[in-house]
């Protein structure tokens, strides 16, 4: 859809605000509006904005970044081919967007622009990579903290996992939330109550990958935005309840030729169901692992969910249909098994950047096709069980147990610091470095709070 089509479009719908969004380096997403009689113009200008906020943290505060402070200006370019109106907020459109130069050059430190770099490298090589985020989050209401602490989230019931009274207790929301992502393009696949008490789980179909990023700021924007209208609050965070099972948001991908003809991670030959690029792949995401998680699990409280036992995976292996295992090959469905092969990460949630981590997990997997890397044995069973000399034997490691562990593996990392560039890792890690540094004063409250409460 072009310019002309989109302003089309939004006054035959009576868009009167249309919201341009972004994902910074924290995984906010935010943004600024344009009106209907500017949009236009707008579209093909940008929005002015202050470099500085791709050195904001989720708390608001400004991290010292050369070239990402307050002198500089950017703009904040929409994608006319994500237009949608939003079908919770009536009067209102929405765009994802580029943050891009004032001579229209691609930002050093923009995130979409990261993983367009990051598709681009794969058509390079032939290739083009299908993904969908699988969200969980948990509904409930945001209540006063005891004594006078900050706010928690109170979930909205205590069903059992997959229980039909999860079902009932949510039907509303759930149908809400079903119909208003269709409406905006979106293609809901799956539905139920998750194992946490109020968490809910509602997947959307695979798409190209610069899409499939595209799809999860909408789709993060809609959960919360129908929660608050019936007087809810939806929370995507790792954990906003301490002492609940977390929320995940485990990426799906394969790897497709070019044209779209052929799943390149198919193999029927195989034991399970696997190629030889398969397996590369997995042997590339698992040699990133420890820095890749700086991207995929990309919070302080990330890190509370990503423990032995609570099927998030907490040990760098892989497996058939292992969901302790950091990577999943997942069982393929019986009516199309050459296309729905597919592998599953993990240690993955919605306080993440989608762009960035997706970027990151192509290059990551793409490293690994490149030099052939090997993965290893397949790990059939909960790597926890294992004696220290069996994991050391099958080269299955402990995953990071901190962002601080993260982002130093990152720092060690000279592919994934590379393919950042210079502006954007300096940014990334001031970022979540004074995350560490104000989280690390507070207790779990104050942490789950601020976490619950933007994401």
């Known amino acids: ?227 608050f209208q019936r007087g809810l609050w939806a929370s995507m965070a790792a954990k906003p309840i301490p002492d609940q099972i977390g929320n995940g948001c485990h990426l799906h991908a394969s790897l497709w030729s070019l044209d779209g003809s052929r799943n390149l991670f198919h193999d029927g030959g195989d034991p399970h169901g696997l190629s030889e690029t398969g397996y590369h792949f997995i042997g590339g995401l698992l040699a990133h692992l420890p820095a890749l998680m700086a991207f995929t699990a990309a919070t302080v409280n990330s890190y509370r969910r990503l423990v032995p036992g609570a099927w998030s995976s907490a040990y760098a292996c892989y497996g058939m249909d292992n969901r302790e295992a950091a990577v999943r090959i997942c069982s393929p469905m019986g009516d199309d098994v050459a296309g729905s092969t597919n592998l599953e990460l993990k240690p993955s949630d919605s306080g993440a950047n989608p762009y960035l981590a997706l970027g990151a997990y192509i290059h990551a997997g793409l490293d690994g096709v490149r030099n052939r890397t090997d993965p290893g044995e397949a790990v059939g069973v909960d790597p926890a069980t294992l004696t220290d000399e069996e994991r050391e034997r099958r080269g299955v490691r402990r995953l990071p147990v901190s962002l601080e562990e993260a982002l130093d593996a990152l720092e060690g990392d000279p592919l994934l610091m590379d393919a950042l560039g210079p502006l954007r890792r300096e940014a990334y890690l001031a970022v979540k470095r004074s995350d560490i540094a104000e989280f690390a004063g507070h207790d779990a409250a104050f942490e789950c709070f601020h976490h619950f409460a933007r994401f």
């Not at 079902?167 to 109550?193: I, K, S, T, W």
Request: glycine share 10%; net charge negative.
């Open 1 to 227: 859809m072009g310019e002309q089509r989109v302003v089309e479009r939004a006054t035959v719908e009576n868009a009167e605000l249309i919201r341009f969004l972004y994902a910074d380096h924290d995984g906010v997403i935010r943004g600024k509006a344009t009106t209907l009689t500017r949009l236009g113009q707008r579209m093909r200008s940008g929005i002015g904005h202050t470099v500085g906020m791709m050195a904001m943290s989720m708390l608001d505060l400004l991290q010292p970044v050369e070239g990402a402070g307050p002198v500089g200006e950017v703009r904040i370019v929409p994608d006319p081919s994500t237009f949608t109106m939003l079908p919770y907020a009536p009067g209102a459109a929405a765009m994802c967007a580029d943050l891009v130069r004032l001579d229209g050059r691609p930002w050093e430190a923009c995130a979409r622009t990261f993983l367009k770099d990051a598709v681009a490298e794969l058509a390079a090589d032939g290739t083009a990579l299908r993904a969908a985020f699988e969200p969980e989050f948990t509904l409930g209401r945001r209540v006063p903290g005891p004594a006078g602490g900050p706010d928690r989230l109170e979930p909205l019931d205590d069903s059992a996992c997959y229980s039909a009274t999860g079902f009932h207790l949510a039907h509303e929301f759930a149908l809400d939330l079903v119909r208003a992502l269709q409406a905006q393009g979106l293609e809901p696949e799956l539905y139920y109550p998750e194992y946490g008490h109020g968490q809910q789980e509602l997947s959307v179909r695979h798409a190209p990958a610069l899409r499939a990023a595209d799809n999860h700021v909408l789709y993060r924007e809609t959960v919360r935005a129908l929660a």
